[in-house]
């Protein structure tokens, strides 16, 4: 079975902190996202990768950056952390068109 | 651009009672169509897909949803929910290219009483 790991399921930064979030996946999918998840704006795509050193921004990468030196594994950068990136974090990743596997998340609060 | 609607924010059912989730979506070709659900502090888990074929597709835990191309719908139903059911439920259309790339609804939160 599909496993998506992210590398922790809480995390407390505070404002100006570069942080980064880690993702693996073991299925050796070539697609990945990093969404972020506020309540009542559902799932919003910050950033995909269709390969490694690949990558596209979503709806919303302001104030993010990503890296994909290898296929397994897809890094969420917040530059200069602020108050307005407290959110949860979901990592995916998928097999051409096939449904999204999802890690079960990272909630980001930023102080 | 593809969309999803999903316009019950929050529903409330009674245990056993049956349950409906409504999904409309906006592509411009036959699209991929999923249901995803969520339980608090977990991620999203497939409940089920429509590729093509068959327009009634069988999920996990007891759902199923009909594609209604001419309604531009992909609703999720459930003869008899129980109360593990109670969750977030997300409606996303995808398709074949653009790297997976999936739009997902705001989701939909069910409730279900005892």
Redesign the interface.
């Known amino acids: 079975d599909v496993k998506?790991t992210q590398s922790s399921r809480y995390l407390v930064k505070r404002t100006g902190e570069k942080v980064f979030l880690e993702c693996v996946q073991d299925m050796d999918h070539e697609?990945m996202?990093w969404y972020r998840q506020d309540p009542?704006?559902?799932?919003r795509?910050i950033y995909?990768s269709?390969d490694v050193k690949m990558k596209?921004k979503g709806d919303i990468p302001e104030g993010y950056s990503v890296s994909r030196e290898k296929k397994e594994r897809f890094s969420l950068i917040l530059e200069s952390a602020s108050t307005n990136q407290t959110s949860m974090y979901?990592c995916?990743s998928?097999?051409?068109?096939?449904?999204?596997?999802?890690?079960?998340?990272t909630?980001l609060s930023i102080l | 651009a593809q969309s999803v609607t999903q316009p019950d924010i929050h529903i409330t059912v009674s245990e056993g009672a049956s349950l409906e989730l409504r999904c409309n979506y906006s592509y411009g070709a036959t699209p991929y169509l999923f249901w995803y659900v969520q339980s608090p502090g977990q991620g999203l888990q497939l409940l089920l897909k429509y590729f093509s074929g068959d327009t009634l597709v069988q999920g996990i835990k007891g759902f199923e949803a009909e594609f209604k191309r001419s309604q531009s719908s992909f609703n999720l139903r459930k003869p008899s929910v129980h109360w593990s059911d109670a969750a977030e439920y997300f409606c996303a259309v995808g398709a074949p290219t653009n790297a997976g790339k999936s739009t997902f609804g705001d989701g939909t939160t069910l409730t279900v009483k005892p």
Request: proline share 4%; charged share 10%.
């Open positions: 998506v697609n996202f009542g704006l559902g799932l795509l995909f269709y596209e979901l995916a998928a097999l051409g068109g096939q449904p999204q596997h999802f890690g079960d998340g909630r």
